[in-house]
């Protein structure tokens, strides 16, 4: 018997399609379905109330929380951005070895060989009051006294993200201009182009595709996180995730469950718009 022309490549996604059912599809309608039960003093109840999304919209707190979250992440996406661009195209265009160009990647993968908490904590000796950065300014005689913004402070959450996630902006932004035809550049050049004209009309446009997957990776890590937030800041700052935290440490699983899918929609609204402006699938495809 054979089967419907359709059918092999449906069944050849089926094993994929099933674990993203399992594992991600599942759990995330039960965080939906949870996001309406109710909760007292002795636990949550399965019911069907718009109780936890009222008093979520309704508190004046939810929007700077939410607000501040974002700000975070373009601030730290603004940053990751003009470094990893500037990094990637040093490697595509002035690093003419392919072996060498294989090689500062690498190198920028080494620090991911070590947890993401040690790689954020490592700062605090660098940053601190008494750290190597406030002791060598002193030293120096640029400061008089020891900078206090550098830790535990906004500063210091925007530079563990920056270390942190700045690596997954310049993969895909290296990957898109290493695919850029060099003979395009010399034809600008003898065209009289300068140097930032280049940049503005040809490289940037053929490297969109990098820089919205980038982009989409660095929003969303740093919008699903709070541990830096929590432990940079020094209890200073607050994000959604880490009001989620608190939530569910205190056993209030509905309101984490509501902050949690408005949180997503947030998200899924912000990677729309990038999917938007830049067909992405069109682009790797064509």
Partial sequence: MRLPGGAPPYLQAAPLALILLLFFGVPL?????????????????????????RQLLTATSTYKVYLAT???????????LVLAFVVSYFMAFHVRSFGWQVGL????????????????????????????????????????????????SPFAVVVAYVNLFTLFMIVPIFNSMARIDRALLEAARDSGAAGWRIIAEIVVPLTKTGIAL????????????????????????????????????LLQYP????????????????????????????????
């Fill in 255 to 286: 309101p984490a469950a509501a902050s949690a899918v408005v949180l997503l929609i947030i998200v899924t609204l912000m990677v729309a718009g990038i999917l938007r402006v830049v067909d992405v699938r069109k682009e790797l495809t064509g």
């Fill in 29 to 53: 309608l039960l965080v939906v379905v949870v996001s309406f039960w109710t909760f007292d003093l002795y636990g949550f109840h399965p019911a069907l109330s718009l109780e936890n999304y």
């Fill in 214 to 249: 980038g982009s989409i990776f660095v929003l969303t890590l740093v919008m699903g996180d709070f541990y830096v937030v929590a432990e940079m800041s020094g209890g200073q700052m607050a994000s959604v995730v880490s009001a989620m935290s608190n939530q569910i440490s």
């Fill in 105 to 152: 990647l690498l190198i920028c993968t080494v620090p991911f060989w070590t947890s993401d908490i040690i790689r954020m904590i490592s700062w605090i000796p660098l940053l601190g009051v008494h750290g190597i950065l406030n002791q060598t300014l002193l030293k120096l005689g640029l400061v008089r006294e020891p900078l206090k913004f550098l830790l535990f």
């Fill in 70 to 80: 974002v700000m975070l992440a373009l601030i730290v996406w603004a940053i990751a």
